[in-house]
């Protein structure tokens, strides 16, 4: 057995509370419909309505010869109906059993969970921006081919890097970009190196879009101070190494400060330095990634640069490129041309050498549209200001947590604050559990188990849209809670969450037999 | 006399008689938690010492098993496709997890006995 | 700064807290060589209303299909999307709120995720499916590095038929993560034989349904002859409202079903964010890439739903995950889910006849044209024409006049003279009749 798995198999032990298989536990109060209050109870859509019924009204088709082979759909697909209330009644239900940045502070670790302005909700459904058709003539997609423009064109001067390939649909499908550049890169040198390095506080997405790019990984430790080992990097460094994959600021929210004689090492072997942008809020306006000797960085739209989550997406992924990698930059390449901008979408020059083609059409346009707006609303001096408050923010949560958690690494915090569990030692108190009593107190836990170079990992990240009022109140949560664990009261750790949506889940059942999708009753008790 | 011998990876081998049973010990399946899922090789693959045969899945943890001996795959657990909890349950005895036939019946000798592999997890931190 | 709660008192309050005297000093652990001084050479901040004034001007310089005549589809389509759909997804709780990793307080999420998976799995009449990938285009991959996964083989047989983003794609991925594609040319005008080309190191043979020129197909015994060689068989489709009228792919014999989800509660936007959708047999379930959501009980004995099979995934199994994806299309995929469950049964199959209707009917009326010709034989919503003059020509003349008539064929196949008088047409919902007046009066003075 793997030695890997362990950093997060307390976690694992700890997902269904003790005795849920055997003996379900009382409501604390039943009522006659189930409800509770504002809780409300909503069934599948495919327990409800009628299959005549369709919250939709067509125009009544003629009779006509059809055109389909012999090829119609027969057999009923078995989709239910219903009216338009009833959908917007359960769609407004189920809303209401989610947490969200709406409701209150949302501290997920390397998250960025910040405000969504509704302005960008707003601009990005102009009929202009909405309802363009990736295929148009050019003549009738000049503004949509501007706002790329002037989105590369902020995105390339907050980085300092020389281009930007806006295609990638997610940070996980940038870094596959920006792995797939370097290979080509290294191809067109004529070398190929076999090994990728990463950093063990890495996210996840970091070694498997590696992996996927084909390449052997291995993990570089961090040192007592958090960061990333250098000795142990160069120890590493060799003829087969093609990249260093590092987070900047890393997972434990610190700035790599050896960051440059990093990028001094990796070149000087010959291998090029990724640099994963998911925390890139910290740096706006202060630190330029291309000042650093950085490569390739992907940044998230959907964290930094405030475009919505979504309950998982959809995210936009672009990656910032140095000279060395800009010709490997995947299709389709805005260039100017003599009608002004356009879409270059073959391997002709100036893209010959390019990956070619990672996505449909031309990448998570929407998402441009949004982040274009804030990066318009904040301007220069917001966007410093936004990470100044972010740093400030998460500071002010180290100062005042200090004393309560156990601070994993002394020091000044960037954008976000690693704690641990030690200070659970002996109560009989999960990480795990203590996440979810922090569910009680209505905030949504924060990252836990991650990153891997610590045990029983908390990482908080505030943002800077976090007033100093929710952060006191947040403080004052944790502490309680933190009393009440030392105080010797585990079972109350264990039962949480008592007062959520739902209670804790047999996630063990739920993968042992998984059911993927609702199935009519009489198929389910076939076995199906 | 059945003979068992263990890898500092924590699988558990067994001989019997020509073929030598493979699983993981009571000591791994306690770290990885309640398993969800067991991937088993196919039958007929060969395997080598040290490398990924098989691999055991909690709900928020994945570790492999690596064969202790190079062999070939001549038998797997199918009852856990249907049944993953026997690994919990009696890691070392139902919950076996594939039988190969080695190509060096020695490396197996090579191997922790159980006193060494007590003294083995006991050092762990 | 409008979204800053901070004020200038609070930070004052907040430094002395931490014990530093300006905002400077925390940055104290980032060296001085990588510090910049001042402002960035970029504009300062706008108001609301000024950022909206300047983006409505970039908007007013593009045509956008609701102020013209619009007939374009391949691979993105134009349909109406009830206004429900666009109030639901601006729900701050369903907007605002991150991947369900805590499940007590993301049943919203869950819940209407599991209600995707069940919509996709019976529209494509496929047993199972997931919780979304990017777009088509990269569930297409995906399906392809599974099915590499699922039979050890590494070569996949791509129809000339795909579209040619899709196959972009897959061999983008094919040269980096290392398997082979064979791309078949694309055949508008006759039928291909894939079945004889799949060998022993086919792991998959991949077609689109209807396919880019918009021709339906009968997949069986393509299908079958997957099964009987060790291969699988993916089907890719990109107008999924077609699956209202026309038999499924896992009617057909279908392993792998890789879609595009943006017709259903998803504007055209440019082409982006759209939906992927992701579905297979139960058998592979496991070595699905993406999140799966799995219905469970509480500790109080309710049904809810909570993300499941996560250790396939990559922040358990780092490099040896089935997938590097961590963030879908979530919001896409709600969108997708009002837009159907307003529709229902009834609706759906009415939606799918009704641009079914109209696609027949814009066939025989451009078809009476002197010298234009359909191809098809069968089809959907969408159908290819051929023109006595080069396509690309036709179609910006005629976005001269306010027309937005179709996409050339030379759009995605450049310096392919034998596709170059090719134009795919779509006709959805949205054509009305005069639309279809004027297209077919703007081609008859185009082509005159």
Same mark, same amino acid.
């Given at each position: 057995m793997s030695d890997w798995s362990r950093a997060v198999s307390a976690s694992a032990k700890e997902s269904a509370p003790p005795g849920t298989t055997s003996a379900t536990r009382k409501a604390p109060e039943a009522t006659t419909s189930g409800h509770r209050g504002l809780v409300l109870e909503e069934e599948l859509l495919f327990e409800q309505g009628s299959p005549d019924l369709s919250g939709v009204d067509l125009p009544p088709v003629e009779a006509f010869a059809d055109r389909l082979g012999s090829l119609e759909r027969?057999?009923?697909?078995?989709?239910? *109906?219903?009216?338009?209330?009833?959908?917007?009644?359960?769609?407004?239900?189920?809303?209401?059993?989610?947490?969200?940045?709406?409701?209150?502070?949302?501290?997920?670790?390397?998250?960025?969970?910040?405000?969504?302005?509704r302005a960008n909700e707003r601009v990005a459904r102009l009929d202009g921006f909405a309802e363009i058709h990736p295929l148009q003539p050019a003549a009738t997609i000049k503004g949509a081919l501007q706002v790329i423009e002037d989105l590369a064109h902020w995105l390339e001067v907050l980085t300092g890097m020389p281009a930007i390939a806006l295609s990638p649909g997610a940070g996980a499908h940038g870094e596959l970009c920006g792995m797939m550049t370097i290979k080509a890169a290294l191809e067109s040198r004529g070398e190929e190196r076999r090994r990728v390095l990463v950093a063990a506080s890495a996210h996840g997405t970091n070694p498997a879009s590696a992996a996927t790019c084909g390449y052997e990984i291995e993990a570089v430790p961090s040192n007592e101070k958090g960061r990333l080992d250098l000795e142990e990097l160069e120890r590493r460094l060799g003829a087969d190494v093609a990249a260093l994959m590092l987070t900047n600021p890393n997972t434990c929210g610190l700035f790599e400060d050896e960051i440059c004689e990093i990028a001094e090492a990796l070149h000087r072997a010959g291998a090029f330095f990724y640099c994963d942008g998911a925390n890139f809020n910290a740096l706006l306006g202060r630190v330029r990634p291309g000042d650093l000797g950085i490569d390739c960085m992907h940044l998230n739209l959907h964290k930094t640069f405030s475009t919505p989550h979504g309950g998982g997406g959809p995210g936009s992924g672009p990656v910032a490129l140095s000279a060395a990698l800009a010709p490997f930059a995947p299709l389709p390449w805005l260039v100017h041309g003599e009608k002004g901008l356009?879409?270059?979408?073959?391997?002709?020059?100036?893209? +010959?050498?390019?990956?070619?083609?990672?996505?449909? #059409?031309? *990448?998570? #346009?929407g998402t441009f549209v949004r982040a274009l707006a804030y990066l318009m609303s904040l301007g220069a001096d917001g966007l410093k200001g936004a990470a100044e408050d972010a740093v400030l923010n998460a500071n002010y949560l180290r100062t005042r947590l200090e004393g309560t958690l156990s601070l994993s690494f002394p020091g000044m915090s960037m954008h976000e604050v690693l704690f641990d569990d030690r200070f659970l030692e002996g109560?009989?108190?999960?990480?795990?559990?203590?996440?979810?009593?922090?569910?009680?107190?209505?905030?949504?836990?924060?990252?836990?188990?991650?990153?891997?170079?610590?045990?029983?990992?908390?990482?908080?990240?505030?943002?800077?849209?976090?007033?100093?009022?929710?952060?006191?109140? #947040?403080?004052?949560?944790?502490? +309680?809670?933190?009393?009440?664990?030392?105080? *010797?009261? +585990?079972?109350? #750790?264990?039962? +949480?969450? /008592?007062?959520?949506?739902?209670?804790?889940?047999?996630?063990?059942?739920?993968?042992?037999?998984?059911?993927?999708?609702? /199935?009519?009753?009489?198929?389910?008790?076939?076995?199906? | 006399m059945t003979q068992r011998r263990f890898s500092a990876e924590h699988e558990w081998v067994r001989r019997d008689g020509e073929i030598y049973v493979v699983g993981i010990t009571d000591y791994a399946q306690a770290q990885l938690g309640d398993v969800v899922y067991v991937e088993l090789p196919l039958k007929g693959r060969r395997v080598e010492k040290g490398k990924e045969a098989a691999t055991v899945e909690s709900v928020k943890a994945a570790s492999e098993v690596y064969a202790p001996l190079s062999g070939e795959i001549i038998e797997t657990n199918e009852a856990l496709s249907a049944d993953p909890a026997k690994v919990n349950a009696d890691p070392e005895g139902e919950g076996w997890v594939f039988k190969l036939r080695p190509d060096d019946p020695q490396e197996f000798e090579a191997l922790m006995d159980e006193a060494a592999y007590k003294r083995f997890i006991e050092e762990k931190p | 700064m409008r979204y800053a709660p901070l004020s200038e008192s609070d930070r004052r309050l907040m430094l002395a807290a931490i014990g530093v005297p300006s905002i400077e000093a925390l940055y104290a652990e980032v060296p001085q060589k990588a510090r910049r001084e001042g402002l960035l050479d970029l504009p300062l901040g706008l108001s609301e209303m000024e950022v909206e004034r300047r983006l409505r001007a970039l908007a007013a310089k593009n045509v956008s299909a609701s102020s013209a005549p619009f007939f374009l589809g391949a691979g993105a389509y134009r349909h109406h999307l009830p206004a429900a759909v666009d109030s639901l997804i601006q729900r701050g709780e369903f907007l605002t709120s991150y991947t369900p990793y805590q499940p007590e307080i993301a049943q919203g999420t869950l819940q209407s995720l599991f209600e995707f998976q069940t919509f996709v799995a019976l529209l494509t009449g496929m047993e199972v499916a997931n919780a979304s990938l990017y777009d088509g285009a990269t569930a297409c991959a995906e399906g392809v590095m599974m099915a590499n996964r699922l039979t050890g083989r590494k070569k996949t047989i791509l129809s000339g038929g795909l579209h040619p983003h899709y196959r972009e794609v897959v061999e983008t991925y094919g040269r980096f993560v290392g398997f082979a594609v064979e791309a078949k040319d694309p055949a508008p005008q006759k039928g291909e034989d894939l079945a004889s080309l799949i060998d022993r190191d086919t792991a998959s043979v991949v077609v689109q349904n209807p396919d880019f020129w918009g021709e339906l197909s009968e997949l069986s015994a393509l299908a079958r002859a997957c099964r009987d060689k060790g291969a699988l068989c993916l089907v890719v489709v990109n107008e999924i409202l077609s699956l209202g009228l026309v038999r499924p792919p896992g009617e057909m014999g279908a392993d792998i079903v890789a879609g595009e989800g943006q017709s259903l509660g998803n504007p055209l936007s440019f082409g982006g964010p759209h939906l992927g959708l992701f579905a297979t047999r139960e058998r592979f379930m496991r070595q699905m890439p993406g999140r799966l959501v799995g219905q469970s009980v509480d500790a109080e004995g309710r049904r809810g739903f909570v993300l499941t099979l996560s250790a396939r995934e990559q922040h358990i199994r780092r490099e040896k995950a089935t997938s590097n994806i961590c963030t879908n299309a979530g919001l896409c995929a709600l969108a997708f889910t009002i837009h159907l469950a307003l529709l229902g049964e009834k609706g759906l199959k009415a939606l799918a006849r009704l641009n079914h209707q109209k696609a027949v009917a814009l066939s025989l009326r451009l078809s009476r044209l002197s010298g234009v010709r359909v191809l098809n034989r069968a089809f959907f919503n969408e159908f290819t024409l051929c023109l006595p003059a080069p396509a690309e020509g036709v179609v910006e003349a005629l976005a001269q006049k306010g027309i937005l008539g179709g996409v050339p064929a030379s759009r995605l196949y450049p310096g392919r003279t034998e596709l170059a008088d090719l134009m795919i047409v779509a006709a959805t919902e949205t054509a009305s009749e005069e639309d279809m007046r004027r297209l077919e009066e703007g081609l008859m003075e185009v082509l005159r």
């Amino acid at each position: 057995m793997s030695d890997w798995s362990r950093a997060v198999s307390a976690s694992a032990k700890e997902s269904a509370p003790p005795g849920t298989t055997s003996a379900t536990r009382k409501a604390p109060e039943a009522t006659t419909s189930g409800h509770r209050g504002l809780v409300l109870e909503e069934e599948l859509l495919f327990e409800q309505g009628s299959p005549d019924l369709s919250g939709v009204d067509l125009p009544p088709v003629e009779a006509f010869a059809d055109r389909l082979g012999s090829l119609e759909r027969k057999a009923p697909i078995g989709l239910p *109906g219903l009216s338009e209330p009833q959908v917007v009644r359960h769609f407004t239900r189920l809303s209401q059993k989610n947490y969200a940045i709406d409701c209150g502070l949302y501290p997920l670790g390397s998250c960025t969970m910040k405000y969504n302005p509704r302005a960008n909700e707003r601009v990005a459904r102009l009929d202009g921006f909405a309802e363009i058709h990736p295929l148009q003539p050019a003549a009738t997609i000049k503004g949509a081919l501007q706002v790329i423009e002037d989105l590369a064109h902020w995105l390339e001067v907050l980085t300092g890097m020389p281009a930007i390939a806006l295609s990638p649909g997610a940070g996980a499908h940038g870094e596959l970009c920006g792995m797939m550049t370097i290979k080509a890169a290294l191809e067109s040198r004529g070398e190929e190196r076999r090994r990728v390095l990463v950093a063990a506080s890495a996210h996840g997405t970091n070694p498997a879009s590696a992996a996927t790019c084909g390449y052997e990984i291995e993990a570089v430790p961090s040192n007592e101070k958090g960061r990333l080992d250098l000795e142990e990097l160069e120890r590493r460094l060799g003829a087969d190494v093609a990249a260093l994959m590092l987070t900047n600021p890393n997972t434990c929210g610190l700035f790599e400060d050896e960051i440059c004689e990093i990028a001094e090492a990796l070149h000087r072997a010959g291998a090029f330095f990724y640099c994963d942008g998911a925390n890139f809020n910290a740096l706006l306006g202060r630190v330029r990634p291309g000042d650093l000797g950085i490569d390739c960085m992907h940044l998230n739209l959907h964290k930094t640069f405030s475009t919505p989550h979504g309950g998982g997406g959809p995210g936009s992924g672009p990656v910032a490129l140095s000279a060395a990698l800009a010709p490997f930059a995947p299709l389709p390449w805005l260039v100017h041309g003599e009608k002004g901008l356009c879409l270059r979408e073959g391997r002709s020059p100036p893209a +010959a050498q390019s990956i070619g083609r990672i996505k449909g #059409f031309h *990448g998570q #346009f929407g998402t441009f549209v949004r982040a274009l707006a804030y990066l318009m609303s904040l301007g220069a001096d917001g966007l410093k200001g936004a990470a100044e408050d972010a740093v400030l923010n998460a500071n002010y949560l180290r100062t005042r947590l200090e004393g309560t958690l156990s601070l994993s690494f002394p020091g000044m915090s960037m954008h976000e604050v690693l704690f641990d569990d030690r200070f659970l030692e002996g109560t009989g108190v999960s990480t795990l559990a203590f996440a979810k009593a922090m569910i009680d107190e209505g905030f949504h836990p924060m990252t836990v188990y991650f990153p891997l170079v610590v045990k029983g990992a908390m990482l908080i990240e505030p943002t800077e849209t976090e007033s100093k009022a929710s952060l006191d109140a #947040f403080v004052a949560s944790l502490e +309680a809670l933190a009393q009440k664990a030392r105080a *010797g009261e +585990a079972a109350f #750790f264990h039962e +949480a969450p /008592r007062l959520a949506p739902r209670r804790r889940f047999d996630e063990v059942a739920a993968a042992r037999h998984p059911v993927l999708r609702w /199935r009519p009753k009489a198929a389910a008790e076939n076995g199906g | 006399m059945t003979q068992r011998r263990f890898s500092a990876e924590h699988e558990w081998v067994r001989r019997d008689g020509e073929i030598y049973v493979v699983g993981i010990t009571d000591y791994a399946q306690a770290q990885l938690g309640d398993v969800v899922y067991v991937e088993l090789p196919l039958k007929g693959r060969r395997v080598e010492k040290g490398k990924e045969a098989a691999t055991v899945e909690s709900v928020k943890a994945a570790s492999e098993v690596y064969a202790p001996l190079s062999g070939e795959i001549i038998e797997t657990n199918e009852a856990l496709s249907a049944d993953p909890a026997k690994v919990n349950a009696d890691p070392e005895g139902e919950g076996w997890v594939f039988k190969l036939r080695p190509d060096d019946p020695q490396e197996f000798e090579a191997l922790m006995d159980e006193a060494a592999y007590k003294r083995f997890i006991e050092e762990k931190p | 700064m409008r979204y800053a709660p901070l004020s200038e008192s609070d930070r004052r309050l907040m430094l002395a807290a931490i014990g530093v005297p300006s905002i400077e000093a925390l940055y104290a652990e980032v060296p001085q060589k990588a510090r910049r001084e001042g402002l960035l050479d970029l504009p300062l901040g706008l108001s609301e209303m000024e950022v909206e004034r300047r983006l409505r001007a970039l908007a007013a310089k593009n045509v956008s299909a609701s102020s013209a005549p619009f007939f374009l589809g391949a691979g993105a389509y134009r349909h109406h999307l009830p206004a429900a759909v666009d109030s639901l997804i601006q729900r701050g709780e369903f907007l605002t709120s991150y991947t369900p990793y805590q499940p007590e307080i993301a049943q919203g999420t869950l819940q209407s995720l599991f209600e995707f998976q069940t919509f996709v799995a019976l529209l494509t009449g496929m047993e199972v499916a997931n919780a979304s990938l990017y777009d088509g285009a990269t569930a297409c991959a995906e399906g392809v590095m599974m099915a590499n996964r699922l039979t050890g083989r590494k070569k996949t047989i791509l129809s000339g038929g795909l579209h040619p983003h899709y196959r972009e794609v897959v061999e983008t991925y094919g040269r980096f993560v290392g398997f082979a594609v064979e791309a078949k040319d694309p055949a508008p005008q006759k039928g291909e034989d894939l079945a004889s080309l799949i060998d022993r190191d086919t792991a998959s043979v991949v077609v689109q349904n209807p396919d880019f020129w918009g021709e339906l197909s009968e997949l069986s015994a393509l299908a079958r002859a997957c099964r009987d060689k060790g291969a699988l068989c993916l089907v890719v489709v990109n107008e999924i409202l077609s699956l209202g009228l026309v038999r499924p792919p896992g009617e057909m014999g279908a392993d792998i079903v890789a879609g595009e989800g943006q017709s259903l509660g998803n504007p055209l936007s440019f082409g982006g964010p759209h939906l992927g959708l992701f579905a297979t047999r139960e058998r592979f379930m496991r070595q699905m890439p993406g999140r799966l959501v799995g219905q469970s009980v509480d500790a109080e004995g309710r049904r809810g739903f909570v993300l499941t099979l996560s250790a396939r995934e990559q922040h358990i199994r780092r490099e040896k995950a089935t997938s590097n994806i961590c963030t879908n299309a979530g919001l896409c995929a709600l969108a997708f889910t009002i837009h159907l469950a307003l529709l229902g049964e009834k609706g759906l199959k009415a939606l799918a006849r009704l641009n079914h209707q109209k696609a027949v009917a814009l066939s025989l009326r451009l078809s009476r044209l002197s010298g234009v010709r359909v191809l098809n034989r069968a089809f959907f919503n969408e159908f290819t024409l051929c023109l006595p003059a080069p396509a690309e020509g036709v179609v910006e003349a005629l976005a001269q006049k306010g027309i937005l008539g179709g996409v050339p064929a030379s759009r995605l196949y450049p310096g392919r003279t034998e596709l170059a008088d090719l134009m795919i047409v779509a006709a959805t919902e949205t054509a009305s009749e005069e639309d279809m007046r004027r297209l077919e009066e703007g081609l008859m003075e185009v082509l005159r």
